[in-house]
């Protein structure tokens, strides 16, 4: 039988020694990891991914519900989504993706207080290395690497184009 894997069930070591909304703290102090604020909306890159390339994406409003989301913010939300796994198409070139969202502690939300969605990139074969990677994580250096890559295309993004 065949595992799925998803990797944001991962999700609580985000969480690990945090006080306090990882998102909200990330707008206040200008977070490194913080790839893009938008009108409504923000990307960063998980802290702690177990495969490099994975980014966050969550309204800036800290909303805990879909149903809290106006349809403005919905459709901000989801154009986000789309333009990130283009960013990480362009730089990346990964294979496939996974997309999701956990919604409440059962689900594997590790901050979920505040609504968010999971971009993780996958490449043919990687269940492998992740294998080694679940071990050591990905290291500090390939995070700031990966971020510095991204970055660029994240600040030229516009949900209006
Ligand atoms: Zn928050």
Known sequence: METMWAPWRMEYILADK??????CDALEKNDDLTLYRGQDTMVMMNKFPYINGHLLVAPLNHLSRLDQLSRHEM???LATVERSVDILKQVMNPDGYNVGLNLGKVAGAGVEEHLHFHIVPRWFGDTNALTVLAEVRVIPEHIKATY??????FDTLDLKN
């Open 75 to 77: 459709g901000e939300l």
């Open 148 to 153: 510095h890559n991204l970055k660029p295309h």
């Open 18 to 23: 945090q006080n306090g909304c990882v998102f």
